[in-house]
């Protein structure tokens, strides 16, 4: 069984984000190649190619799993063909088995597999690496259920039960990662201060990936409107998130993203 310590690739990975979507919240339908940017983050140095077909911002239209499919097999296939590992992001178990079939290695799912019944059973069967990601609710009604009193301690233990659950039907823990859902009904005040706490994670003793890329605290915090320049506060909130304990970075602006994390593990070597 495969386990996120088979990486050969020294700590922290970087995992490109590829959207294949025309209305994900910072970059929907950039990619009109999206085979030439998977490639293209791979040579800038991406550990790892994240590949979405459905968009999952507040109050996103729900997409078909069919349809779901045609964007992102055509492109898991290619990029897994040239030796690239792809992650899946989906929360549609017919998706994934699709996209496990076409040479994708890692389900990412924002739902932490409690969206669609089948599939816990779908990663258990493949034996694949996962990402549990927290979140409350959908993408459509997440904003009602953002109220926290501790949020790092109701985050950890949120996404505890989520991997007993995983673990429950068959999934090895050291295929488990845990995706702490920075913007996922969460305020931005509570994704800074979940930032700020993210060590509390590691309690549960499982590789912490960080996805602060771009998100809208980081808009906050810099005063940048527009997501697509938030490149520098993204990184910034990324250095962050590794010197509290995150092994994997998921990224818009890879190449960028690279070389700060070169310097930080540079710099901790040197320690």
Not at 46 to 53: E, K, L, R, S, T
Not at 168 to 182: E, K, L, M, S, T
Not at 217 to 232: C, Q, V
Not at 245 to 264: K, M, N, S
Request: aromatic share 4%.
């Amino acid at each position: 069984m495969p386990s996120w310590s088979d990486f050969k690739a020294p700590r922290p990975l970087v995992m490109g984000i590829l959207n294949v979507t025309p209305d994900s919240f910072s970059d929907g339908g950039r990619h009109t190649d999206p085979i030439a940017a998977g490639l293209a983050m791979a040579e800038a140095g991406a550990d790892i190619i994240d590949v979405g077909g459905e968009s999952t911002r507040p109050g996103s239209t729900p997409l078909a799993s069919d349809d779901e499919i045609a964007r992102v097999v055509p492109v898991v296939t290619a990029l897994a063909q040239a030796g690239l590992v792809i992650s899946l992001d989906t929360r549609h178990a017919a998706t994934m088995r699709a996209g496990l079939a076409a040479g994708a290695r890692i389900i990412n799912d924002i739902s932490a597999l409690s969206f669609d019944p089948d599939s816990a059973a779908v990663v258990a069967e493949a034996g694949c690496l996962l990402v549990l990601m927290h979140m409350r609710g959908t993408p459509q009604t997440m904003r009602d259920y953002s109220e926290y009193t501790d949020i790092a301690a109701e985050v950890t233990g949120e996404l505890a039960e989520r991997v007993a659950v995983a673990e429950a039907c068959g999934i090895g823990r050291g295929c488990i990662a845990i995706d702490p859902g920075f913007g996922f009904a969460k305020r931005a005040p509570d994704s800074v201060t979940l930032l700020r706490r993210l060590d509390a994670l590691l309690d549960l003793g499982l590789p912490i990936l960080a996805g602060v890329s771009r998100k809208g605290f980081i808009g906050r915090l810099s005063g940048e409107t527009n997501p697509a320049f938030r490149a520098p506060g993204s990184i910034a909130a990324a250095l962050w998130a590794l010197h509290k304990g995150a092994e994997i970075l998921r990224v818009h602006d890879v190449p960028e993203t690279v070389q700060a994390v070169r310097v930080w593990r540079a710099l901790q070597e040197l320690g």
